[in-house]
């Protein structure tokens, strides 16, 4: 550090008069300085009080837009419960005539052979009927069909004349609901070439 910044006023000669700067205010002069400075104070204590109402207000719409997340939230999971817990509704009731149906058979017990074959006939359409009004659709490929990993699976593989990957035989049905497999049907398959 300098000795000019150490000691300003050695800079100086000591017969020089203040700078202007140095010299006192006169009354009026710091009177209007204080009233300006006052002007400026009110101005920017006003800035402020609206800059903290913005702020509050800003606050409070954040907690409300957390509140109405929340409440989404739990009104979805509520209604992701209910539809878990009351989404075979539908289902299990296409199938209560079925059930009275199989009731009725066995309670039957003096029915004749062909009786209970055209019992069971019926309660297997009525069945089928209720599978099909909840979109479970049967897999039972025909004979010659092209083999489908998706919707098939080979039990057995057995030469044959026909093209290779062929069903040649369903030994159980496979069914979808809606393009999902719920089980895939077990077929006999032609051997590969």
């Known amino acids: 550090m300098s000795d000019l910044e150490k000691n300003p006023s050695a800079a100086a000669p000591a017969t020089e008069a203040p700078a202007a700067a140095d010299a006192p205010f006169s009354l009026e002069e710091a009177e209007a300085a204080l009233?300006?400075?006052?002007?400026?104070l009110a101005t920017l204590t006003g800035q402020i009080d609206a800059l903290k109402a913005?702020?509050?207000?800003l606050a409070d719409q954040v907690l409300r837009a957390q509140a109405d997340a929340q409440n989404t939230r739990r009104r979805a999971e509520e209604d992701v419960a209910?539809?878990?817990?009351?989404g075979v509704e539908s289902f299990a009731e296409s199938l209560l005539p079925v059930a009275d149906s199989l009731e009725?058979?066995?309670?039957?017990?003096?029915a004749t052979i062909e009786q209970l074959r055209e019992g069971t006939q019926v309660t297997l359409n009525q069945l089928k009927q209720a599978?099909?009004?909840n979109k479970v659709i049967a897999i039972e490929p025909a004979a010659g069909t092209r083999f489908d990993p998706h919707q098939?699976?080979?039990?057995?593989v057995v030469p044959a004349q026909q093209d290779p990957n062929t069903v040649v035989a369903v030994l159980q049905k496979g069914y979808?609901?809606?393009?999902?497999?719920l089980r895939p049907a077990?077929?006999?398959v032609t051997a590969p070439a």
């Open 35 to 40: 009233a300006a400075n006052q002007d400026e």
């Open 186 to 188: 077990l077929v006999t």
């Open 176 to 181: 979808l609901i809606a393009d999902r497999v």
């Open 131 to 133: 599978l099909e009004r």
């Open 54 to 57: 913005k702020n509050a207000e």
């Open 82 to 86: 209910k539809a878990r817990k009351f």
């Open 152 to 156: 098939h699976q080979a039990i057995s």
């Open 104 to 110: 009725a058979g066995l309670a039957s017990g003096n």
